[in-house]
């Protein structure tokens, strides 16, 4: 019993050691301070292969410690994501082709619709001003380290999801 309840919470301290990775400084050429996405790349590459792992009110928690932490609009980015299972939950599997460039289109599609209503939220709600320069390097980061981090996620769900029942 005590080996499956931690064989369950694998995914959420997962999720949130990335938080804190993410959080942690990364300077590009010792100037700039670049924070790649992982928190955003670990939680839509678990929703993709296990949606039925996380509740709605586990993305809550998950995205409000997010959000706080970033210090962005609380909700935004928890709205997104469940968008994002409930749309994978009201996919039929047999019909959709499981081709990872096509997933890849997926998240780099999803992931710039996020970014861009970030920027319009706080464009319109906040007075702090964005990097571009840095927000571009973070963005094709991230764009790049997805095939890795959807590669571990994958792993790590198919080898723990008779544990999830």
Known sequence: M???LIFKSL???FILIFIF????????????LIKPFMFFTIIYCWIYNDHKKFSPFSILILTVIYDLLNGDIVGVTCLFFLFIQYSRRKLFSDLISDDFKELWMKFILSF??????NLLIKLFLTTSTTSLKN???SFIITIA???LFFKI????????RSYNE
């Open 135 to 137: 927000l571009t390097i």
């Open 145 to 147: 380290l997805f095939p």
């Open 153 to 160: 996620v994958n792993k790590l769900s198919y080898k723990f």
């Open 11 to 13: 995914p959420y301290l």
């Open 2 to 4: 005590f080996n499956n």
């Open 112 to 117: 710039t619709f996020y970014i861009s209503a």
């Open 21 to 32: 990775f993410e959080f942690s400084p990364n300077y590009f050429f010792q100037v700039q």
